[in-house]
T-cell receptor, first 111, second 115 residues
Framework: LAKTTQPISMDSYEGQEVNITCSHN???????ITWYQQFPSQGPRFIIQ???TKVTNEVASLFIPADRKSSTLSLPRVSLSDTAVYYCLVGFSGGYQKVTFGTGTKLQVIP | GAGVSQSPRYKVAKRGQDVALRCDPISGHVSLFWYQQALGQGPEFLTYFQNEAQLDKSGLPSDRFFAERPEGSVSTLKIQRTQQEDSAVYLC?????????????FGPGTRLLVL
């Protein structure tokens, strides 16, 4: 399983764009990159997944450089409700694989 | 159903007591996962089911932990002779494997406190 490294915490003001970078130097060829969001007292919630280049959905964008050794989750114009822990996961998609969550990045949005 | 549900949401047990935690996955989801989440940490994998078959139980911390999914839908995680170190949130997730990405959908978790 590819190990991921991400900042422990980040602060941002409301309305700003937030970028959270995750390092995954030993990512395998078949591995996808997935980000989850977790609020207190809730289970993690899928945000976005990608393999290369850029993926965008209604919630976030995911930027993956050509070497795929890192990825950046971009949250546009954050609000207080985006305060949560964000997890970067790397693993094979298309079948079962045990995933490792790590400690995640705790994002605090400030009014 | 609308999502993964878990019961009870909170459980207080005396040390040595047995507990059973229930997970109702999304209808039709083949895969089911159990995780343990300690305070301030990310979820840690416990076990995985594909339908009724338990294909991976490598994350179960001891033989006091037992999980089952007899009919391939509802699953129960049982902890025997609970210890204080078992205090954590237990999360259940389900997914539907296919050609596309296997996203896991999580329940709200059961918070277990062992006194």
């Amino acid at each position: 399983l590819a190990k991921t490294t991400q900042p422990i915490s980040m602060d941002s003001y409301e309305g700003q764009e937030v970028n959270i970078t995750c390092s995954h130097n030993n990512i395998a060829t078949n591995d996808y990159i997935t980000w989850y969001q977790q609020f207190p007292s809730q289970g993690p919630r899928f945000i976005i997944q990608g393999y290369k280049t850029k993926v965008t959905n209604e919630v976030a964008s995911l930027f993956i450089p050509a070497d795929r050794k890192s990825s950046t989750l971009s949250l546009p114009r954050v609000s207080l409700s985006d305060t949560a822990v964000y997890y970067c996961l790397v693993g094979f998609s298309g079948g079962y694989q045990k995933v490792t969550f790590g400690t995640g990045t705790k994002l605090q949005v400030i009014p | 159903g609308a999502g993964v549900s878990q019961s009870p949401r909170y459980k207080v047990a005396k040390r040595g007591q047995d507990v059973a935690l229930r997970c109702d996955p999304i209808s039709g989801h083949v895969s089911l996962f159990w995780y343990q989440q300690a305070l301030g940490q990310g979820p840690e994998f416990l076990t995985y089911f594909q339908n009724e078959a338990q294909l991976d139980k490598s994350g179960l911390p001891s033989d006091r932990f037992f999980a089952e999914r007899p009919e391939g839908s509802v699953s129960t995680l049982k902890i025997q002779r609970t210890q204080q170190e078992d205090s954590a949130v237990y999360l259940c997730a389900s997914s539907s494997p296919g050609a596309a990405k296997e996203t896991q959908y999580f329940g709200p978790g059961t918070r277990l406190l062992v006194l």
